[in-house]
Structures are given as structure tokens and as C-alpha cells.
């Protein structure tokens, strides 16, 4: 007996508010009204994307919010999407969407971990915002993403609040001075890099596979094909007492399997054929050995099949859907359905055909859920809605035996294993990186290494604070603006004139005016005089200790494992003694300075080469800043580099 238990986690979702900019009527009813017409066109306009749509937990829906505090009334909605990320992203490219068809509509989007958004584009964020301060600040408008900047001074900009700007304070800033607070190309264009592509995207995150699986899941199927995503999740994450229910299938029985194509996403597909799972042999589900060519289809439709079976399990026992009504209609159902068919939803299908029948019964579901779902005990579960499509619907399974013959094909599902290349390249595209072009072998040849030395000290150079360390960025990404003379007068300042000799690089952070820096110039000038003595104190002091150690390593055999400058100089000098000379140059290497670029070089080589190829500490640094180094084509690694 498998023995899988459900882990207690936080289930990962996103929550989209949207306001309206024109002025709120008085009587809150009429709002409320007039809310509810928005979203009765917003969920209308977008029906024919989202209705097809397979969510992984939860659907885009929108309902009416009533104002509490300094909140005002306005449409909410909040979607569980699980494992899939892509269900999020394809939510913020709705929200876009929707600023820009409705430009009195702002809207703001956060989930789990809080301005997503902000994170996604953290590389290119001012410096001034970060998650303390980034409250009520990021916003939708007219298809834009837009950032409510924070005054750097007191009063300086009257239009800005000093502190965290309510909701209200937002809306209104946002309508006076639109022009103003649009977010910056490079943070606009890491946004819209995870949504590009989309509405045609949706058509490629689906995966379609054959399944031997019994006739009542087709038929669900073939009626809402968004169930399956409930039945993987109900197989994924089973416990014990779910598989209780599949020791002797009461609903959907293995005597009645056929061969079937299903549509996936890919997420889906992936939990449902990674898992590896063994029927009870009381199920009946047994499955042909491996070798079979139909082996995966059978694997596939008793993973499912037991999927339909634990959620059928868990509906009431007392649940009778014939005798269940489901209510009046709602008043917004005509024209929910006169704007599918202006939007050619049914796509030309006959009034009455059994296509336009089955798009028809997607669309009531969909206005069920997302537009009109009932705050009361009618909304079904997805076992109970199983169980009425069953009841209500008759099926033949003649008819879908005659349909095996003419199954579209397969899908290739070799993305599921990726070589160690491939997956470079997506986590290269998922950064915005451009693939690296192959390297000739001229460009081999003719190599500079000078690259690699000099990005390393670009990044030696940074800022590094308990944040982290800040990679250099492309000249493209972030110009650098950096005020020479002021950084000299700093140091002139604090050690006196003359020439400085040091290692250090403890230097305080806000010494420094980093390239991206909106904090403004630093007062060079405000250094106290105790102050001054004290970092000077402490940089003698430092340099102290470390002639000390230069002395105490003179007498060790590290400085043999350094290359020397003259070391170096001796490499293009070709004499008959070398070997004579090696006794007095490893004496005089005591005191020659080390070559640091030419140790650096070699260190990064031999560690890039003893990654066979793999990702590894080496290359991730160097693709970090923009380095490609050529493939090793040495059959025997040297330990250090030939010089051109």
C-alpha cells in the first residue's frame, strides 16, 4: 500500500483588484450597480479566451467588493493557481488587457510573496523601493504598467504623499498625473517578457495524449474538458483514505475503457506521467508491460480514471443532481450569450449541432463560476458536477470506439526531458537573455581573456551589502554615471594626499553612489573630524596586519601556487637553461608581484573546465556578466593558460 500523504502547504495564489476612476455615486446601491455592469462586459469581452481556458485549481472570476475603511467599493478576485505559474502570468496579461479596453479601470495584482511584479523586475527597480515602502504604489492603467514614486525629500514634489498612499490617495494621483508615474522601460519590459505571446501562448502551454480510459471520463471530458485538471490534482495529491475508494471502482469500472485524446496543460501532464504509481489489483486497472507501444496510454487513463473515482468518492452521499435545481437565472445570462455571439464564440457552429451544444454547456459553467458563482451550498464540487453529467448526459460507447480510428495524433512530450543545453537556453529565455551564438573557431582562436579579468573586476567593484552582491549590468541596461573627482576628494579627505596602497575593500555603502542610484549625491563634505580619524586609524591598522602576513607567508610555499610577473616574462623567452634557472626565479618570485589577472584567468579556467560541460560555479558567474567562454577542446586540461 502507497503510502502518500497530503503535505499542509500554502496554496499559491494571486488576488486582482480593480477600481474605477470616475467619481463614486452617493448612494452606494447605484455603485454597486454600476459595478456589476462592468463586470458583466469585462467577463463578456474576454469570455472567448477565458472559457476554453484548463486552470489548474481555481478559474479568473470577478465579483463585487463592498468599501471597508479608506477602501472603496470595487472588483475583486482571487484565483488558486497551484503549481502552475503560468495560470498567474496569464491573469496579469487579463488585467493589461482590461486597463487598456476600459481606461477608467486601474487595477493592482499581488500574491503570495506581494508585488510579484516588483520582484520579476527587481534587477531594474530604483533604488529607493523596496517591499517596505512598496504598498499601493503599483498599478494597471490603460495597459500600462505604472509606479506611484515616493518624494526624496519632504515636500518636494506636493502631488506625493510622504508617507504610504491610501488607495484613495493612489486613484487620484493616478488620474491627475498620468504621464508621471509610468513605470520605466526596463521594469515595463521584464513584465511583459513573462506575458509575450499571449492569447496564441495558451494554445502552447496544452499537451493532447492518447488514454485508455473508461467511456464515463470521455464523455465528462468531451462535456467539460476542464475537469481533468481536478482529476490530476485529485490523483496527485491522494492519501490513503482516497485510495480506499479505488480498491473496487464503483462509477467509472475498467471493463468499459477505450482509446481517447485528452488535452492537458503541460503542467498537468507532468504531475499526472511523473508520478509513479501502482494499481490495487482489486481495481481491475491492470497495465501491459512497458515494452507495449500502448503502454503510456494505458499508464495515463488509469492514473486519470483513478483521479474521476476519488473525486466521485467524495461527494455527498445524499447528492441526487436530476432533483437539484439550480436556481432562477440570472438577469446577466441574455447578454452574456448575445456578446458570445457577437464575439463568434461558437465559431459558426449550427444552433442545436452537438459542437454548439458543448461550447454552450462551457459557457454556462463558465458564467457559473466566474460571473454569477452563488455565495451558497448550490455551487457544485467537482465530484457532484461529475456525477450530473453523468446523469443527465447519456453517451454510447460505440461511438467512441468508432472514433479510435480517427484520433488526432499525439503530442511530443519530449520537453520533459530536456538536456542540460536545453534547459540553459529556457532558464536563458525565462531571464530575457538573447541565446549566445555559437563560438567559431576563429573566435576560439583568437579568444581575449582580457574579457574575463576585466568582468571579474567589475564585479569585484560593485557594492555588495547583506542583500547581496549587484552584477555588472550591460552599458544598454543601466548607463553609469560615476563622479570621479568627488570620489578622489572623498578619499583625500579621510586618508590625506599621497599615493594609497590597499586591498580593502570595506568600504561603507553609502560612500559610494552606485550607477543606479536614486538616493541622490552624497555630502563628501559632512565627514566629522572623528570620524576621519577613525577610518583612517582603521585602514593603518589593517595594512598593518597585513604586512604582517605577508611576512609570515614568506616563509611558506603559497607563493609558489601564485604566477609572478616574472614568471610570466620568462614564459616568452625560450633558452636551453630553463632548468637552471628554476631554483633562482622561485627565490626571486618571493618578491616579484603576482600576475593577478593571469591567476585569476587560470583559476576560472581550471574550474570551468572540471565542469565537463555541466553548469557550475564558473560558468553560472561568468553567463551572470555576460561572458561566454569557448568550449574546452583540450583532451588534457593544462593548469595554466598560453598567452596570445
Known sequence: MEANLKLATVEDTVEYHLFLLTNEPKDPEDHKEILLKYIEKIMTRFAPMLVPYIWQNQPFNLKYKPGKGDVPAHMFGMTKFGDNIEDEWFIVYIIKQITKEFPEVVARIEDNDGEFLLIEAADFLPKWLDPDNSTNRVFFHHGE???????????????????TPTIPQA???????????????????????????????????????????????????????????AAVQAFYLRDPVD??????????????????????????????????????????????????????????GMKLAHGFEILCSKSSPHFSSPKKSPGPPSPL???????????????????????????????????????????????????????????????????????????????DDQWLHLSPHQLDQLLQEAAGQKESEPVSKVE??????????????????????????????EPSEAPISFDADAFFNYFDKILGPGPIESDSDDVDEDGVDCSDSDDGDLDFESQEPGEEASLKGTLDSLKSYMAQMDQELAHTSIGKSFTTQKQVESLTQVTSNNSEEEDSDAEESVLSPVDVDLNLVSNILESYSSQAGLAGPASNLLQSMGVQLPDNTDHKPTSKPTTH
Not at 145 to 163: D, E, H, M, Q
Not at 270 to 296: E, I, M, N, T, W
Not at 444 to 471: P, R
Request: one cysteine or more.
Open 444 to 473: 576560439e582562436q583568437n579568444y581575449d581573456l582580457t574579457q574575463v579579468s576585466e568582468s571579474m573586476k567589475a564585479f569585484i567593484s560593485k557594492v555588495s551589502t547583506h542583500k547581496g552582491a549587484e552584477l555588472p549590468r
Open 145 to 163: 504598467l505604472c509606479i506611484i514614486p515616493a518624494p526624496r525629500k519632504p515636500g518636494a514634489a506636493s502631488w506625493l504623499p510622504t508617507s
Open 171 to 229: 486613484l487620484s494621483i493616478i488620474q491627475t498625473h498620468p504621464e508621471k508615474i509610468v513605470a520605466s522601460e526596463s521594469i515595463r519590459a521584464a513584465v511583459s517578457r513573462r506575458i509575450t505571446g499571449y492569447p496564441e501562448k495558451i494554445e502552447a502551454c496544452l499537451h493532447r495524449a492518447h488514454c485508455f480510459l473508461p467511456a464515463g471520463v470521455a464523455a465528462v471530458l468531451k462535456q467539460q474538458p476542464r475537469l481533468v485538471a
Open 333 to 411: 445570462w441574455p447578454g452574456f450569450l448575445e456578446s458570445l455571439k457577437k464575439n463568434d464564440y461558437f465559431k459558426g457552429q449550427i444552433e442545436g449541432s452537438a459542437q454548439y451544444q458543448g461550447r454552450l454547456e462551457m459557457a454556462k459553467n463558465y458564467f457559473q463560476l466566474s460571473v454569477n458563482r452563488p455565495e451558497s451550498t448550490l455551487a457544485l464540487s467537482p465530484g457532484e458536477e461529475i456525477l450530473t453529467l453523468l446523469q443527465t448526459r447519456s453517451f454510447d460507447i460505440e461511438d467512441f470506439k468508432k472514433e479510435e480510428a480517427n484520433l488526432p495524433p499525439e503530442d
Open 243 to 300: 485510495l480506499r475508494a479505488c480498491r473496487i471502482f464503483r462509477t467509472f469500472l475498467p471493463e468499459t475503457r477505450i482509446m481517447t485524446s485528452v488535452t492537458f496543460t503541460k503542467c498537468l501532464y507532468a504531475q499526472l506521467s511523473q508520478q509513479k504509481f501502482v494499481p490495487d489489483r482489486r481495481s481491475g486497472y491492470q497495465l501491459p508491460p512497458p515494452s507495449h507501444p500502448q503502454f503510456r496510454a494505458h499508464e495515463l
